[in-house]
């Protein structure tokens, strides 16, 4: 979300005191400064941003009714040069929707249609540039926007996304099979994209870190886990940190714009629940209307992107006499400070019948939506912990993996037929605390048995998470921790394991040849597997710094081929044309996008959200979905004549 929203300190392009102090907030200096580093911002502060230029034709009265408007304009700096890729986001209403576009090779951008009474608040941003922000923005043509080059390294450092940073702790680690466990277990559920997570900790602050990972989950193997202290704090360091990240700060190549064709796309935010929610999962639904599961807050959210800002509605989750943390809670106490989860919603699908499935994760049952009577109904798993990820075949089975116990389940729900399918463990060890699971779970309300784990070498788990369904009805899964594949036969539920030339197969999809296209989470790379030949293709994300991104999901358009993939790392999506073979990241608007899953409506605009958790440290601290529009010309003819502005002389 923009900075400026809420924010009196940033009206008319000042800048937030705060920020002038090193006060910790969102946009703002996130490293410890140095004495001339406070006195750089200070001198900068009491400039003012040079876009004060511009404050007569942004001042504006009310608009006088709710028609489409747009805004235009051109974005250069004080000598006239253009910014080329600037990110100019325009923002309104409460809670906040957003639209940004891109200024082309002569600075100048135009947004698409805009509903909505406003009053607008307007942004700037282009790493390399200070953030430049105003309130009461009127929408009008002809906006000329002024802004200065960042001086100040440790400033153009803050801005660089979390893979940056975290490439610096990679570079570290020498073992590779330790820089793929630290990718994969400290990468679960955050970046390493905000102040919280880029500073230098003491001892103790790194045991309660540590601590808190392992009751989420994330156990380090007891070498690296006494490593991880020093590696951290020895890359964050300031001094160290930022020389590397702002090397060549001075010269052209550094953090160039997007090419042509990310710059002629249009991205949408809309603000969805509060700070403690998290957004794990979203989906499109054949209704025109977006729906998000808020795994911290029990909720079902529906977005309706035709309501001007966004229409929203919510309905709790039915959570029974659960406790809180469901079967999963750490002596009677919540996985997290700011969950009020007890059955923690995590995946979603669009039935034939258009009801909604949901896994309920930490309650271990999964529930049905009725988006007509806007009722549930919820069914418990007879075996197994934590489902996970769900889709439905064509006879509308619900298919979905049991993470936690190491099934994968089945539920018809026209019979009521369920079935739990124990996959294969490693070895004896994994087989003997899977077995275990329902003791610990019970012990666990009485001792916190993650936690004194997390003191200990810990027992690597298999993790069945991503799945989807083959075009002849097999039903494909991963196993997250195993490097394996695997496919279970729909009618006999007979299970193939197959392993994978990569580690860490995560959420796989099949694109309309039947061919299953897997993401590498701790790999860096996007595989495709035939199901004829049983070969593997594999492609490296083209992500600088090269090894940081840590992509969670992917799903293919089968209208075309792309396949989209979360650059979770990275604040942005990625297109791969597999014909081509090519790759194009889209930048997003917010500091600190943890994207999760992916999907599309029916003018294949591209869907994701936000999901970073703790949801604080995302930029204003606020979980978004997330719409991106590649090819808006298709939609709208505003766009089309700035796409044309933007094309090169033939």
């Known amino acids: 979300m923009p900075e400026c929203v809420g924010d009196p300190c940033l009206r008319r392009g000042r800048r937030s005191p705060g920020k002038m102090a090193g006060i910790i907030e969102s946009g703002g200096p996130e490293l410890p400064m140095h004495r001339s580093s406070l006195i750089s911002l200070a001198r900068r502060a009491s400039v003012g941003l040079v876009l004060l230029a511009a404050a007569s034709a942004l001042q504006a009265a009310p608009a006088a009714n709710a028609s489409p408007r747009r805004a235009s304009g051109r974005v250069h700096d004080a000598t006239g040069a253009p910014v080329v890729g600037a990110m100019v986001s325009l923002v309104h209403g409460q809670p906040a929707h957003s639209i940004t576009v891109f200024s082309d090779d002569d600075g100048r951008f135009l947004t698409p249609a805009i509903r909505g009474e406003g009053p607008f608040s307007l942004r700037v941003r282009r790493i390399g540039w200070r953030d430049s922000s105003f309130d009461d923005v009127r929408l009008t043509s002809g906006l000329d926007l002024v802004v200065e080059r960042e001086t100040d390294p440790a400033a153009i450092a803050a801005q660089l996304p979390a893979n940056h940073w975290y490439a610096l702790v990679l570079d570290a680690i020498e073992d590779r099979a330790q820089r793929e466990e630290l990718k994969q277990q400290c990468t679960y559920c955050h970046q390493q994209g905000s102040w919280a997570t880029r500073r230098v900790r ?24 006494e490593k991880v202290p020093e590696i951290f704090n020895a890359a964050y360091d300031p001094a160290h940190a930022v020389p ?12 160039p714009p997007p090419p042509l064709e990310v710059r002629r796309a249009v991205v949408e935010e809309w603000e969805l629940g509060g700070r403690a929610s998290v957004q794990h999962d979203i989906m499109f639904h054949p209704d025109g209307r ?52 007890r059955v923690g919603p995590h995946s979603l699908q669009t039935a034939p019948d258009g009801s909604i499935w949901i896994t309920l994760a930490l309650g271990n049952r999964l529930a049905r939506f009725d988006p007509e009577t806007e009722t549930f109904e919820v069914h418990e ?14 006879r509308g089975r619900v298919w979905y993996t049991i993470a936690a116990s190491n099934h994968v389940g089945m539920f018809d729900p026209a019979t009521g037929e369920q079935r739990e399918l124990r996959l ?30 997390g003191e200990g070498d810990g027992i690597t788990m298999p993790i069945p998470y991503g799945i989807d369904i083959a075009p002849d009805g097999g039903v494909w899964f991963s196993q997250l921790n195993e490097h394996k594949i695997g496919r279970i036969d729909p009618e006999s539920f007979e299970i193939e394991m197959l392993a994978t030339p990569f580690p860490t197969p995560r959420r796989l999809r099949f694109d309309s040849a039947g061919r299953l296209w897997i993401p590498s989470f701790s790999g860096n790379r996007v595989a495709r597997f035939d199901l004829a030949t049983r070969e593997f293709d594999q492609w490296e994300l083209p ?5 940081s991104e840590v992509p969670y999901a992917l799903n293919v358009d089968r209208r075309n081929g792309d396949v989209w993939i979360c650059g979770t790392n990275s604040d942005s999506l990625i297109r791969f044309q597999p014909d081509l073979e090519r790759f194009s990241i889209y930048p997003l608007p917010t500091r ?31 979980p978004h979905v997330i719409r991106l529009d590649p090819n808006p010309a298709s939609a709208d003819s505003g766009v089309a004549l700035a796409q044309e502005r933007m094309r090169p002389d033939e």
């Open 543 to 547: 992500v600088e710094p090269l090894g």
């Open 592 to 622: 600190v996008s943890y994207t999760r899953e992916v999907d599309f409506d029916r003018e294949g605009r591209i869907w994701t959200s936000n999901s970073n958790g703790p949801t604080w440290q995302i930029e204003g601290g606020v």
């Open 202 to 225: 003491s001892d103790e602050e790194w045991r309660k870190v540590l601590l808190l990972m392992a009751r989420m989950g994330g156990m380090l193997s007891k070498d690296l886990r």
């Open 290 to 341: 977006l729906y998000s599961v808020d795994m911290s807050e029990d909720m079902l959210y529906r977005l309706d992107p035709d309501v001007p800002g966004g229409g929203r509605e919510q309905w709790l989750l039915p959570q029974d006499d659960l406790p809180l943390g469901g079967a999963f809670g750490v002596v009677d106490r919540p996985l997290t400070p700011t969950s009020n989860a």
């Open 424 to 453: 294969p463990a490693r070895n004896f060890a994994q087989s003997l605390v899977l077995r275990a699971l329902p003791l610990l779970l019970w012990a666990s309300r009485h001792v916190d048995v993650r936690g004194a784990a």
């Open 244 to 255: 590397i990240l702002t090397r060549g700060m001075d010269e052209p190549g550094f953090a």
């Open 381 to 394: 798993l007879e075996h197994g912990y934590y489902p996970h990820t769900l889709r439905l075949d064509s």
